[in-house]
């Protein structure tokens, strides 16, 4: 199976700040990536498709880029709502695999 | 509104079954492939197992093949997934996902369910 690494596990900020998560693919997906955002006691929600693709609805400061194996999501301007866990999501096979999470607090 | 339903959660004994449902609406059940995905008490995600959108191909991962069994019901909009010799690693929240794009899989999960809760404890 492909290992999903994303770095940093814990990530501590403030409200204003540019925030960026990484994530790394054990081998090449192309660009078969997802990133989703998760509050607490809530669902998961898609926020990246195909490494750099918005989802409908998704605000604008959030962003994607990567391929092959080294993936990044970036946040312009953290607002009070962004305080969540991300997870990024390769689907480049049909066993699909999570990273372990990055926690984005305060 | 696209919505996605998760029904069949509960307590279970350890070797024990379950067998979880998943209902849509508010899109073309029959054109997508669906996923579960579960989430163990203060973990992350793991993808569990998914179905094309006809019922025709279905896929597992390592920790659950041989013992869980998704199949689903389009006339129903219901997808199902059958657990069977349940154990403590099994215990989580489940979702249901929905991928994004018609008749492809694998793909991003654009929507959720809300998660149905399997303890697995004698």
């Known amino acids: 199976d492909i290992q999903m690494t994303q770095s940093p596990s814990t990530l501590s900020a403030s409200v204003g700040d540019r925030v960026t998560i990484t994530c790394r693919a054990s081998q090449s997906i192309s660009d078969w990536l997802a990133w989703y955002q998760q509050r607490p006691g809530r669902a998961p929600e898609l926020l990246i498709y195909?490494?750099?693709n918005s989802q409908s609805g998704v605000p604008s400061r959030f962003s994607g880029s990567g391929s092959g194996t080294e993936f990044t999501l970036t946040i312009n301007s953290l607002q009070p709502e962004d305080f969540a866990t991300y997870y990024c999501?390769?689907?480049?096979?049909?066993?699909?695999?999570f990273g372990q999470g990055t926690k984005v607090e305060v | 509104e696209v919505q996605l339903l998760e029904s069949g959660g509960g307590l279970v004994q350890p070797g024990g079954s379950l067998r979880l449902s998943c209902t849509g609406s508010g899109f073309i059940f029959s054109n997508y492939a669906l996923s579960w995905v579960r989430q163990a008490p203060g973990r992350g995600l793991e993808w569990v197992s998914a179905i094309s959108a006809s019922g025709g191909d279905t896929f597992y991962a390592d920790s659950v093949q041989g013992r869980f069994s998704i199949s689903r019901e389009n006339s129903r909009n219901t997808v199902f997934l059958h657990m069977d010799n349940l154990g403590a690693e099994d215990a989580a929240v489940y979702y249901c996902a929905k991928v994004r794009v018609t008749f492809i899989d694998p793909d991003a999960f654009d929507v959720w369910g809300q998660g149905t809760m399997v303890t697995v404890s004698s």
């Open positions: 195909k490494a750099s």
């Open positions: 999501q390769q689907y480049n096979t049909y066993s699909r695999t």
